[in-house]
């Protein structure tokens, strides 16, 4: 079965600094693809950065990247110069690309609470 | 571009009346969508999903049923309504093919009294 794991229930980061959010993963199928979404006090969740696992290099998108290690089933989102905005809850999640129907359906972990001091 | 509409943002309701939320999306056609429901401090957890107009697919037994008469249109109901359906309701949509990411509405927030 699939599961995410993020351990992390809340992080505390200074403003300026980088900060590394964990997330793990278990699947015991080839293709698959990680994400992470945003979610600030309003509620919606804000789409931020996608990983495929036959991409040979980690993905960025501006301040954000994934800090991807196949072999350890992690994908950690790295986070730098954090700003005051960035404070929110974030979740990692995972979909089976070669599937269609609910096994083909995104899982999300439980979440990490980020919040940035100034 | 595409966008995604949800409605109404709040709503507070007695325990035993109906439930009607709605999810539209534009600038897109034959859009996979999805219901999530948020409980308060946890992750999301998928409801139902639809790939196509009048096929619905559940996930979790429950209190409530979806819908989508229209092709980009998905909606969340629920004939009488419990306690424990209280939470936040995210619609979302993806392309079938291409760009894996699934988009979110900006939600609906319940509260059943």
């Known amino acids: 079965a699939q599961k995410i794991t993020q351990t992390q229930p809340g992080m505390f980061v200074q403003e300026k600094e980088a900060v590394t959010l964990d997330c793990t993963y278990d699947t015991s199928d080839p293709s698959y693809g990680l994400f992470w979404y945003k979610q600030p006090s309003s509620g919606e969740m804000i789409f931020l950065i996608y990983q495929g696992s036959y991409d040979q290099q980690n993905a960025t998108e501006g301040r954000y990247s994934l800090n991807f290690q196949k072999a350890r089933k992690s994908a950690n989102l790295v986070i730098s110069a954090s700003q005051l905005g960035d404070s929110a809850m974030y979740f990692c999640?995972?979909?089976?690309?070669?599937?269609?129907?609910?096994?083909?359906?995104?899982?999300f972990g439980k979440g990490t609470k980020l919040s940035v001091k100034p | 571009s595409q966008t995604i509409h949800q409605w109404p943002a709040t709503l507070v309701q007695p325990v035993g009346s109906p439930l009607s939320l709605e999810c539209t999306v534009e600038g897109t056609s034959n859009p996979n969508l999805y219901w999530y429901r948020q409980a308060a401090g946890r992750g999301l957890q998928l409801l139902f999903y639809?790939?196509?107009?009048?096929?619905i697919s559940s996930e979790v037994p429950q209190n409530l049923s979806a819908s989508r008469p229209q092709d980009r249109q998905f909606i969340l109901s629920s004939k009488k309504l419990l306690l424990s359906d209280s939470g936040f309701y995210l619609c979302?949509?993806?392309?079938?093919?291409?760009?894996?990411?699934?988009?979110f509405g900006a939600g609906s927030r319940l509260t059943v009294l």
């Open positions: 979302a949509w993806k392309r079938k093919s291409g760009a894996n990411v699934l988009t």
């Open positions: 999640a995972m979909r089976r690309l070669n599937y269609g129907g609910s096994q083909g359906n995104l899982i």
């Open positions: 639809s790939v196509g107009i009048g096929q």
